[in-house]
């Protein structure tokens, strides 16, 4: 079972940055491709972006793209998600996830993942 910790989250000001760090307890880490959602108040949980097994490749929501960027340090078992411009929308819960299939479409898709972080809360003020 795959343990996924979450943490960076935060109060910032619009147009701030915060990045986001997701430590997994799997020694198989570089095997999962890893992705991040958020869920805002009220809303269902959405896609932000993802990154496949090294060598990878990233794929970003349209509302976030050249503004967050998503990495991996698969030395340390730990994915990121580093957020700049930040904006009143992107206020919501971000959880990180883990999975073992990936591809253009499946990479966007929660039940894609098999493992999830408890979430960590990201609050934009304006």
């Known amino acids: 079972q795959v343990q996924l910790v979450e943490s960076g989250g935060g109060l910032v000001q619009a147009g701030g940055s915060l990045r986001l760090s997701c430590a997994a307890s799997?020694?198989?880490?570089?095997?999962?491709?890893m992705g991040w959602f958020r869920q805002a108040q009220g809303k269902e949980r959405e896609f932000v972006a993802s990154?496949?097994?090294?060598?990878?490749?990233?794929y970003y929501a349209d509302s976030v793209k050249g503004r967050f960027t998503i990495s991996r340090d698969d030395a340390k078992n730990t994915v990121y998600l580093q957020m700049n411009s930040l904006k009143p929308e992107d206020t919501a819960v971000y959880y990180c996830?883990?999975?073992?299939?990936?591809?253009?479409?499946?990479?966007?898709?929660?039940?894609?993942?098999?493992?999830w972080g408890q979430g960590t809360q990201v609050t934009v003020s304006s």
């Open positions: 799997e020694r198989s880490f570089s095997t999962y491709a």
């Open positions: 990154t496949s097994w090294a060598p990878g490749s990233q």
């Open positions: 996830a883990a999975g073992r299939t990936y591809n253009y479409v499946l990479a966007r898709v929660h039940k894609s993942y098999e493992h």
